[in-house]
C-alpha cells in the first residue's frame, strides 16, 4: 500500500469475494506461523546461552520443519511429518527466490556438529532465513480489506492528533484569553529584615484585577516597628501587575515613608536593591512608568527592605492594577 493511499477519503468498505476471503485466510495461517517460528527462535536462543547444545539443535532440525511446512502450504502443498536428510524439496516451493532462500540456508548448516559457534552460525542462520521469507512473502497478502482498515486506522489516528493538538490550542487561548477573577491582595511585615514576616501577621484586602488603578489601604489596629515589608499582589499565574507607589503612615496620618515606584533613568539600581520578588519576573520596562512584573505562579511575593526600621506604622496604603499577562498597559 503505498503512502498516498492513506489520505484518500473513503469510508465504503470493499466487499470481500471468495478470492479476497481466501487470500486473508492464508495471511491468518502464514502469520501464525510465522510467530510460531519466531517463537522457536528465541527457545534456541536461550538454549544456546544456557550451554544446552543437543536441545538447540534438535529445535533448530523442527524449525526447519516448520519454515518448510510454513512454505508448503503458501504454496497450497501438502505439510511434512519430517524432514529426509539429503533431499530436494525445491520444486514444491514454486517461486525460484523463495526455494534458493531456504536451500542456500540448508547447505549452510551442519546439524551433526555441536560446537557452540556452529550451533550460532545456525541460529543466526534461521534468524536470516525467517526475515527475509517475512520480507518476500508479506506484500503478496496485500488485498482491499487490509488496506481499508490500515487507511481507516491511520486516518483515525491522524484525527485524533489533529483534535488533541486543536484542543489544546484552545484551552491555551481560553486560558490566555479569559480575565483574571476577583482576587485579594496580602501585606505582611517584620521588625528585622533579615527574618522573614510572621504567616500569622498577614493583612488582606480585595482587589479587582482589570479595573484598572486601586489605591488599597492597610490598616493596623496598634502601631507596628517595620525594617521589612511584604506585599503579595495577586494569587494568580501569568498576571500582569504594576505598583505606582508606596506610603506608610503613623496613627496621626503622618508620613512616615513614601516613594513613587516609578523607573528612571538614576534610580533603577536602587529600586532593584529597595525590591526583591519571589515567583515574579520583571514586565516591561519603560522610563517614567511605573514598575512592571509579571506572576510566574500562584503565590507571588514583593520584599520591600528599608534602609532602617520604620517606627510606629498604622497604616499602609499603595496603588496598584493588575490585567492578563497577555494584555498591554498602554499608558
Same mark, same amino acid.
Given at each position: 500500500m503505498i503512502w498516498k493511499e492513506y489520505f484518500?477519503?473513503?469510508?465504503n468498505k470493499p466487499i470481500e469475494d471468495? !478470492?479476497? =476471503?481466501?487470500?486473508?485466510?492464508?495471511?491468518?495461517r502464514f502469520?501464525?506461523?510465522?510467530?510460531?517460528? /519466531?517463537?522457536?527462535?528465541?527457545?534456541?536462543?536461550?538454549?544456546?546461552?544456557?550451554?544446552?547444545?543437543? *536441545?538447540?539443535?534438535?529445535?533448530?532440525?523442527?524449525?526447519?520443519?516448520?519454515?518448510?511446512?510454513?512454505?508448503? *502450504? /503458501?504454496? +497450497?502443498? !501438502? =505439510?511434512?511429518?519430517?524432514?529426509?536428510?539429503?533431499? !530436494? /524439496?525445491?520444486?514444491?516451493?514454486?517461486n525460484s527466490v523463495i526455494s534458493k532462500l531456504f536451500d542456500d540456508h540448508i547447505n549452510s548448516v551442519n546439524f551433526e556438529n555441536l560446537e557452540e559457534e556452529n550451533i550460532l552460525k545456525?541460529?543466526?542462520?534461521?534468524?536470516?532465513?525467517?526475515?527475509?521469507?517475512?520480507?518476500?512473502?508479506?506484500p503478496s497478502f496485500e488485498n482491499p480489506i487490509d488496506n481499508f482498515k490500515k487507511r481507516i486506522y491511520a486516518q483515525s489516528i491522524l484525527f485524533l492528533i489533529i483534535s488533541l493538538i486543536s484542543a489544546g490550542s484552545f484551552l491555551k487561548y481560553y486560558l490566555d484569553s479569559r480575565p483574571l477573577k476577583e482576587d485579594f491582595?496580602?501585606?505582611? /511585615?517584620?521588625? +528585622?529584615?533579615?527574618?522573614?514576616?510572621?504567616?500569622?501577621?498577614?493583612?488582606?484586602?480585595?482587589?479587582?484585577?482589570?479595573?484598572?488603578?486601586?489605591?488599597?489601604?492597610?490598616?493596623?489596629k496598634e502601631p507596628k516597628s517595620i525594617e521589612l515589608l511584604e506585599i *503579595?499582589?495577586?494569587?494568580? !499565574?501569568?498576571?500582569?501587575?504594576?505598583?505606582? *507607589?508606596?506610603?506608610?503612615y503613623d496613627e496621626k496620618g503622618a508620613i512616615l515613608f513614601q516613594r513613587d515606584l516609578l523607573i528612571d533613568n538614576l534610580d533603577l539600581t536602587e529600586l532593584l536593591?529597595?525590591?526583591?520578588?519571589?515567583?515574579?519576573?520583571? %514586565?516591561?520596562?519603560?522610563? %517614567?512608568?511605573?514598575?512592571?512584573?509579571?506572576?510566574? %505562579?500562584?503565590?507571588?511575593?514583593?520584599?520591600?527592605?528599608?534602609?532602617? @526600621?520604620?517606627? @510606629?506604622?498604622?497604616?499602609?496604603e499603595f496603588s496598584i492594577r493588575s490585567t492578563k499577562r497577555k494584555n498591554k498597559y498602554q499608558d
Open positions: 484518500k477519503i473513503n469510508f471468495e !478470492n479476497i =476471503k481466501s487470500l486473508r485466510e492464508k495471511k491468518k502469520e501464525d506461523s510465522l510467530s510460531k517460528c /519466531y517463537s522457536r527462535l528465541e527457545t534456541i536462543e536461550i538454549c544456546t546461552s544456557n550451554s544446552k547444545a543437543e *536441545d538447540a539443535i534438535l529445535l533448530s532440525k523442527a524449525l526447519n520443519l516448520d519454515i518448510l511446512n510454513m512454505l508448503l *502450504d /503458501y504454496y +497450497d502443498e !501438502n =505439510k511434512l511429518d519430517s524432514m529426509v536428510a539429503n533431499t !530436494n /524439496y525445491s520444486y514444491k516451493l514454486k545456525i541460529e543466526s542462520s534461521l534468524s536470516e532465513l525467517l526475515y527475509k521469507l517475512e520480507k518476500e512473502l508479506k491582595v496580602g501585606v505582611n /511585615y517584620s521588625e +528585622d529584615k533579615n527574618t522573614l514576616p510572621s504567616l500569622e501577621e498577614i493583612t488582606t484586602v480585595s482587589i479587582k484585577p482589570e479595573s484598572g488603578w486601586e489605591t488599597k489601604k492597610i490598616s493596623f *503579595d499582589p495577586i494569587h494568580q !499565574n501569568k498576571a500582569r501587575i504594576q505598583l505606582k *507607589d508606596l506610603r506608610l536593591k529597595f525590591l526583591r520578588s519571589e515567583e515574579i519576573v520583571p %514586565g516591561k520596562i519603560v522610563i %517614567g512608568r511605573a514598575i512592571e512584573m509579571e506572576s510566574i %505562579g500562584l503565590n507571588p511575593k514583593l520584599f520591600f527592605t528599608f534602609d532602617k @526600621k520604620i517606627e @510606629k506604622v498604622l497604616q499602609i
